[in-house]
């Protein structure tokens, strides 16, 4: 077989010199490289030059339609409030920032902002309780949200406010004993805004408690493990680990529910509190002009929950680090990159 090769070899390579000397492949290219030389060192490969190339933007033709039939509903709606003149936007601006009205706001803030804390607090215990070992606490807390995320927040309010009813004083004391510290009647204690902030209060903290009980459950128990293992005493791991990354998963539920809170205080009005919705209904009940007040009602509460809406966007994008490898722009670093995009934009197609 060693002889028939090498006939072979000798006639391909006369027959290679008989048909002349082959032309040499340029460096870099497919054919050097199935021949085996090396392309040459510094080999200049020429770019395609794009200067001339005109930039051409993406057409969107549907998302023009969408925003133009968007666009005449807008429109419509506002040319529909500025011309109806059964709106009577002259009353809305007369009551806006009537001394009553005003009065009524303050007593909504107030009732929002005590509720909310107690809410929260009692919620973070009643969590804690139902993350605990102990059957007692955790049958006790699961009861406790049970009971008052069944029941309408109407029927609680009218409940506490009646609580005299029931039980004619409260005192306080050893159990089982007639030893008494402490006693007045129930009548005096609860008054329209105790009933007020007792019933917003313990309905706040039964979801609270779910939240701040979810949010806790949605930290990876691996970090507990390790933190454990390095020996980080129990309150610097929850206060320290577990709670900055369940801020994460707890605020945007936790903002929900006092923007509901701030709009629950409205029903109040049951117990003839002059928060800011019974303060209207006092209102518009002596002077006839129903809707215009209700107008004023509702502007203020668009204030309040656009405010806490804003709070609720910065807050969670500080809590947001370490979560995501870029915090997310601000509205006004938005509005600032938008307009340099598009200036950009524009005097690139300009010089074109």
């Given at each position: 077989m060693s002889s028939a090769a090498t006939t072979v070899a000798q006639s391909t390579k006369s027959a290679q010199s008989a048909a002349g000397p082959a032309p040499a492949?340029?460096?870099?290219?497919?054919?050097?490289?199935?021949?085996?030389?090396?392309?040459?060192?510094?080999?200049?490969?020429?770019?395609?030059?794009?200067?001339?190339?005109?930039?051409?933007?993406?057409?969107?033709?549907?998302?023009?339609?969408?925003?133009?039939?968007?666009?005449?509903?807008?429109?419509?709606?506002?040319?529909?409030?500025?011309?109806?003149?059964?709106?009577?936007?002259?009353?809305?601006?007369?009551?806006?920032?009537?001394?009553?009205?005003?009065?009524?706001?303050?007593?909504?803030?107030?009732?929002?902002?005590?509720?909310?804390?107690?809410?929260?607090?009692?919620?973070?215990?009643?969590?804690?309780?139902?993350?605990?070992?102990?059957?007692?606490?955790?049958?006790?807390?699961?009861?406790?949200?049970?009971?008052?995320?069944?029941?309408?927040?109407?029927?609680?309010?009218?409940?506490?406010?009646?609580?005299?009813?029931?039980?004619?004083?409260?005192?306080?004391?050893?159990?089982?004993?007639?030893?008494?510290?402490?006693?007045?009647?129930?009548?005096?204690l609860i008054s329209q805004f105790a009933a007020a902030v007792l019933g917003l209060t313990l309905n706040q903290a039964a979801y609270s408690a779910e939240i701040i009980r979810g949010g806790i459950l949605s930290v990876d128990q691996g970090q507990l493990e390790a933190a454990a293992a390095l020996g980080i005493p129990a309150w610097r791991r929850s206060t320290r680990i577990v709670l900055p990354q369940a801020m994460r998963a707890i605020l945007p539920n936790a903002f929900n529910e006092i923007i509901g809170l701030v709009k629950g205080t409205s029903i109040v009005y049951v117990l003839a509190y002059s928060e800011l919705f019974y303060t209207v209904q006092v209102i518009y009940n002596r002077t006839q002009q129903v809707l215009p007040l209700l107008l004023v009602a509702t502007l203020w509460y668009v204030v309040i929950t656009s405010v806490l809406s804003v709070f609720q966007y910065y807050i969670e994008r500080h809590y947001s680090k370490g979560a995501v490898r870029n915090l997310p722009l601000t509205p006004l670093q938005k509005a600032r990159k938008f307009f340099a995009t598009h200036a950009v934009a524009t005097n690139r197609a300009r010089s074109l």
């Open positions: 492949a340029a460096p870099g290219t497919a054919a050097s490289a199935a021949g085996g030389l090396p392309p040459e060192d510094g080999a200049a490969r020429v770019a395609t030059d794009y200067s001339a190339y005109r930039v051409v933007a993406a057409k969107h033709p549907w998302r023009w339609v969408g925003t133009a039939v968007v666009a005449l509903g807008v429109l419509a709606v506002a040319w529909s409030l500025a011309t109806n003149p059964r709106w009577e936007w002259g009353v809305v601006a007369q009551w806006f920032t009537a001394q009553p009205v005003i009065n009524g706001l303050l007593e909504t803030l107030k009732l929002t902002a005590i509720s909310g804390v107690l809410g929260f607090v009692l919620g973070f215990i009643l969590a804690l309780m139902r993350l605990s070992a102990s059957p007692l606490l955790v049958s006790v807390s699961w009861t406790f949200s049970w009971i008052f995320r069944s029941t309408p927040l109407l029927v609680q309010m009218l409940l506490w406010y009646n609580l005299g009813y029931l039980y004619e004083k409260i005192s306080l004391g050893i159990p089982f004993t007639d030893v008494r510290f402490f006693e007045v009647q129930t009548t005096t």
